[in-house]
């Protein structure tokens, strides 16, 4: 279980608190959906689970143990908003092989086998998939990295509808072998996948009853 105990996070720049004596709790192998109004806290949130950012107050464990900003790096694999963006590889194989030193082919095959890549030709830069496949690309990097915890921020932001559920469809196929959380603002298309939504708001989590 991965459990954010009391955190608190006020950037310096700040004149209040971004989260708030925030607590929540996330069991193995679930998904997770948290919503909020813009400039809630969503990323920032996901960004303190990832250990870009260190908040002042609180805990994060996993499997009852705290975890360390470097221990939260190697556990959680985030997929930011417009991950197709930050695209560096010249090829998609470039792409999903960066920072690995040594990389079987077979894992490669494994990772691309369940976002539904299978056939993808590896030569080809990572411009020339679609929308939803580009998404689909970015969580196969994080996958590659075999992740404790998968996080995912606005995955359907600026796709067209059928890519939206190219993407709902990813996440389905995810469903019962990885720990996601999904920050979205498109709740309802989600409909039916994670088995909680949550709600950010003044800086504290609350379940949603919907
Ligand atoms: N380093 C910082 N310094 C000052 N304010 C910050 C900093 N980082 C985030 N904020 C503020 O904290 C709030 C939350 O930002 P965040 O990006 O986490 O919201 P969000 O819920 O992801 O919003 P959106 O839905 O628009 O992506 C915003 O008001 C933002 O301006
Ligand atoms: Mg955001």
Not at 186 to 194: A, Q, V, Y
Request: aromatic content about 6%.
């Amino acid at each position: 279980m991965l459990f954010l105990k009391e955190i608190s996070y006020q950037p310096q720049t700040s004149e209040t608190k971004i989260i708030d004596n925030l607590n929540v709790k996330v069991h193995e192998n679930e998904i997770i959906l948290i919503c909020g109004d813009s400039g809630s806290g969503k990323t920032t949130l996901i960004e303190i689970i990832a250990g870009l950012i260190n908040p002042q107050k609180g805990k994060i464990c996993w499997k009852n143990k705290i975890l360390s900003t470097r221990q939260r790096r190697w556990l959680t694999g985030i997929v930011f908003q417009f991950p197709e963006r930050y695209f560096i590889g010249t090829t998609i194989g470039n792409e999903l092989k960066i920072g690995h030193k040594f990389l079987r082919e077979k894992n490669i095959e494994i990772v691309l086998n369940k976002v539904g890549l299978k056939n993808v030709n590896l030569t080809q830069p990572p411009e020339q998939l679609s929308g939803g496949q580009q998404r689909r690309l970015a969580v196969a990097v994080q996958l590659l990295r075999n992740p404790s915890i998968l996080l995912l921020d606005e995955p359907t932001a600026g796709l067209d509808f059928s890519m939206r559920n190219d993407v709902k469809n990813l996440i389905l196929d995810l469903k019962n072998q990885n720990t996601i959380i999904i920050v979205t603002h498109e709740p309802s298309l989600f409909e039916g996948i994670p088995s909680r939504m949550l709600i950010l708001k003044k800086g504290k989590i609350y379940e949603s009853k919907s």
